[in-house]
T-cell receptor
């Protein structure tokens, strides 16, 4: 099993651009999550999904969108990128414990 | 929603000493408390967890204690080694929801 795979690992965006962070898991987990990690702030939940076709907002959803068309994939869309979205983004899936991807470091300039 | 507070934010110990990291939570419905270790530039990984029907759990040099009445739980690392240097996160998960709420992290440095 590859576990949770995120792409890209690094990306630089200009203010106002849009992009999608990809997340795929091969463990057949129903629960998937997107977190952002800022220095000294821990992990904040952006969106989560309890199964294909079902998504819900977390603590900090503004400026983001998600979809869950399959069990495996849970992409995170950033619309009109802002400098405040500069962060490290982690996708995770759950079967009891959380399994994290390697993270995507995004810089908005 | 749940609020998890974690202390201290940084901790330095001499190799061989013990390290203790403490977390408090606010939602009495929380019943699952994992601890994650994140090495520099890496993903968080589960090191130990505890459920609300247990007061203490040990795994070699690592232990977690839970006080449900006071709503706090702690991570204890004994005989620390340089490879224990990392950021540690506590989390709480209520049984009424699907979310994990994380503390702000503790940066542990073990000095050889």
């Amino acid at each position: 099993n590859a576990g949770v795979t995120q792409t890209p690992k690094f990306h630089i965006l200009k203010i106002g651009q849009s992009m999608t962070l990809q997340c795929t898991q091969d463990m057949n987990h129903n629960y998937m999550y997107w977190y952002r990690q800022d220095p000294g702030m821990g992990l904040k939940l952006i969106y989560y999904s309890v199964g294909a076709g079902i998504t819900d907002k977390g603590e900090v959803p503004n400026g983001y969108n998600v979809s869950r068309s399959t069990t495996e994939d849970f992409p995170l869309r950033l619309e009109l990128a802002a400098p405040s979205q500069t962060s490290v983004y982690f996708c995770a899936s759950r079967a009891g414990e959380l399994f994290f991807g390697e993270g995507s470091r995004l810089t908005v300039l | 929603g749940e609020n998890v507070e974690q202390h201290p934010s940084t901790l330095s110990v001499q190799e061989g000493d013990s390290a203790v990291i403490k977390c408090t939570y606010s939602d009495s419905a929380s019943n699952y408390f994992p601890w994650y270790k994140q090495e520099l530039g890496k993903r968080p990984q589960l090191i130990i967890d505890i459920r609300s029907n247990v007061g203490e759990k040990k795994d070699q040099r690592i232990a977690v204690t839970l006080n449900k009445t006071a709503k706090h739980f702690s991570l204890h690392i004994t005989e620390t080694q340089p490879e224990d240097s990392a950021v540690y996160f506590c989390a709480a998960s209520p049984n009424t929801g699907n979310q994990f709420y994380f503390g702000t992290g503790t940066s542990l440095t073990v000095i050889p």
